[in-house]
């Protein structure tokens, strides 16, 4: 388990056309980390993240507004090890290693407030798979890689269209 956080204010200076503009902010973060590895090939890591920025105005100069960002994120991996039965040429071994990966996260959506490079924070909930593939020869006790590829994608389960992104290779 690792905790951590932030606390930050923050003074930036913009010049917009022919007047100068000053946004102050104070930036808090907060961060929970659980990570656990089971017999040294199943990977679990959980996060959940917390940040607020409070402005000192906005743009209708309301004083102290607030922009809020949570995720919620959860991941799996597994790993697979291979070696060949038969020798290859060229080497003493030959290894495959294959990962699958399986995450999930979350994102709820809140309004936009009226701060300039503030938009609207829309919700989000995805779930992503991946596999990475490792091909390797061994001679000597030295590795000598040979291949590698990893095919990936997403799936957005509150998109209204295209939930499932391009599979990428």
Do not use: C, W
Not at 4 to 27: A, H, M, P, W, Y
Not at 116 to 145: A, C, F, I, T, V
């Amino acid at each position: 388990v690792r905790i951590q956080g932030g606390l930050e204010f923050l003074r930036k200076i913009t010049k917009d056309t022919s007047k100068k503009v000053e946004d102050k902010f104070l930036n808090m973060n907060q961060s929970l980390f659980l990570q656990n590895n089971i017999f040294g090939t199943l990977n679990i890591t959980s996060s959940a993240n917390f940040s607020q920025k409070i402005y000192s105005q906005d743009t209708f100069l309301n004083k102290y507004p607030v922009s809020h960002n949570i995720s919620l994120n959860t991941s799996s991996s597994i790993t697979f090890y291979g070696r060949s039965l038969i020798k290859p040429p060229f080497f003493d071994n030959f290894y495959h290693l294959a990962t699958l990966s399986l995450g999930y996260s979350y994102r709820p959506g809140f309004k936009a407030i009226n701060v300039k490079g503030e938009g609207p924070k829309n919700p989000s909930s995805s779930m992503n798979l991946s596999l990475k593939n490792d091909y390797y020869g061994k001679k000597e006790n030295k590795k000598y890689p040979l291949l590698n590829f990893t095919i990936s994608s997403n799936y957005d389960f509150l998109k209204k269209e295209k939930k499932l992104s391009s599979i990428n290779f």
